[in-house]
Nanobody, 121 residues
């Protein structure tokens, strides 16, 4: 069973930085895509950034130039460096792993439990 554990959320002032981490475990051979989504109350979960195993990245327009996604494929871990944070970045951030290959299966839609990011003075 694939498990994703996120860390690194918290309270930060506008203009500050945070780094989120998400580690996947569960006898994993490879992961196709890892990414970050966020959700605020009453809104749908939206893509923030994602990266393929080959390094191709995709960012939501409002975070381009401020956030950077990276992966350590050997550790099955994805990171999200968030700089110049704004109050509108406040949300619960979720990690997603798609195309997770183990010896017995390939699964999609593997989500972490979420980590709260609050940007406020």
């Amino acid at each position: 069973q694939v498990r994703l554990v996120e860390s690194g959320g918290g309270l930060v002032q506008p203009g500050g930085s945070l780094r989120l981490s998400c580690a996947a475990s569960g006898n994993i051979l490879s992961i196709s895509t890892m990414g970050w989504f966020r959700q605020t109350p009453g809104s749908e979960r939206e893509l923030v950034a994602r990266q393929s195993s080959g390094g191709v990245t995709d960012y939501e327009d409002s975070v381009k130039g401020r956030f950077a996604i990276s992966r350590d494929n050997a550790k099955n871990t994805v990171y999200l460096q968030m700089n110049s944070l704004k109050p509108e970045d406040t949300a619960v951030y979720y990690c997603l792993a798609d195309g997770v290959r183990t010896e017995t299966s390939t699964t999609y839609g593997n989500w972490g439990q979420g980590t709260q990011v609050t940007v406020s003075s």
